[in-house]
Every structure is written in structure tokens, then in C-alpha cells.
Nanobody, 117 residues
Framework: QVKLAESGGASVQAGGSLRLSCAVSGYTYCRYFMSWYRQAPEKEREFVSWIGRDGTTTYADSVKGRFTISQDNAKNTLSLQMNSVRPEDTAMYYC???????????WGQGTQVTVSS
């Protein structure tokens, strides 16, 4: 069983920076990858960024060039560096852990990011 705990969310002004973290506890004997999603009020949860086990990264167009995903396997931590934030980045941010073969998926409880103009 895997448990995820996000942190780092805050209220920030547009143009500022935040660093989100996701602490991973527990273990599954599976090949997995991790990603960040976000959900704004009254909107669907949307993909933000993904990182593969080899360090390959993918970003949503809306955050490309501003956000950077990273993973510290030794510390079991996933991070999201958010720079040049915009009001439209306001959302609850979630980390996701997915086993590649089984499809088993785990979510954290989320951390709130609010960007004011």
C-alpha cells in the first residue's frame, strides 16, 4: 500500500514561485511512474506533469517552461517547482502514483495553490 502526502501549497502573487512536494510512504512491488494533476473549482482534474523512471518528463502546454517536475528516489519525494505562476494556476494540486502493469493508482489528499493578480 502506498500513501502520498502533498505539501507546499500557499497563497502567492502572480509572478511568484512555489515548490510543491509529495512524500511517498509504503511500497508496491511494481514498476511505477508519478505525476502531478490539479483541479480548479468547478473544473475537471487535469494533467500537469509526469516523470518517468529514467527521468523523462512531460508537461501540459499551459505550464511548459514555467513548472519543473523532479523526483528524489533516495528520499521518496516528488516535487514540482512552479515559477512565474498565474491566477489560472489556482487549484488543488495532487500527486499520483500509478503501477504500470496493474494500473493500480494512488492519490494524495492535495495541496491548495492560490495565485492572486
Amino acid at each position: 500500500q502506498v500513501k502520498l502526502a502533498e505539501s507546499g501549497g500557499a497563497s502567492v502573487q502572480a509572478g511568484g514561485s512555489l515548490r510543491l512536494s509529495c512524500a511517498v510512504s509504503g511500497y508496491t512491488y511494481c514498476r511505477y511512474f508519478m505525476s502531478w494533476y490539479r483541479q480548479a473549482p468547478e473544473k475537471e482534474r487535469e494533467f500537469v506533469s509526469w516523470i518517468g523512471r529514467d527521468g523523462t518528463t512531460t508537461y501540459a502546454d499551459s505550464v511548459k517552461g514555467r513548472f519543473t517536475i523532479s523526483q528524489d528516489n533516495a528520499k521518496n519525494t516528488l516535487s514540482l517547482q512552479m515559477n512565474s505562476v498565474r491566477p489560472e494556476d489556482t487549484a488543488m494540486y495532487y500527486c499520483k502514483y500509478r503501477c504500470i502493469d496493474s494500473g493500480d493508482t494512488y492519490w494524495g489528499q492535495g495541496t491548495q495553490v492560490t495565485v492572486s493578480s
